[in-house]
């Protein structure tokens, strides 16, 4: 029996990541979830984030009430690099569907001539990164769109990632 007052972590992933990445949480995990993405990505970031996603997931579980922008501040500025470069780790796991290990960015930042290795998480995870969809594209050879869809204009980015 589960205890209904315990977050369900999926819901607390997603919250923590719309933060981060800009984008509704219900437009991230939304009501019918066809690819179960957020689920695979938390899945994810758990086994290869390890102890330093699980704090990130509780320092977010701590501050949750707080206001978007004090979360995302607390998070990337005010509690170490660690912690902002899991929560870049993240944010990049959903715009691009590769895990950039958090070791790899802190080198990068250390040294921006060596570039920060990745790996795409899976080729459904390549083609649901949110870049394609707030830069109003699609991967090659791959579309949810009809056919034709370009011969009209494209839809408001707001309409896409939620907000306004």
Known sequence: MSNSSTPDPLDQFVALSAILTGIAADKL????DTHGTAAAYLAYATQQGGSAFTGLLALYAQNSTQPPDTIAKLILQQSGQATANIAQAVTLMWYLGAWYPPAGLAAYQADQSVP???VVISSDAYTQGWAWRVGQAHPMGYSDLRFGYWNGP???LADLVGGS
């Open 154 to 156: 494209p839809q408001a």
């Open 116 to 118: 920060a290795p990745f």
């Open 29 to 32: 995990h939304p009501q019918l």
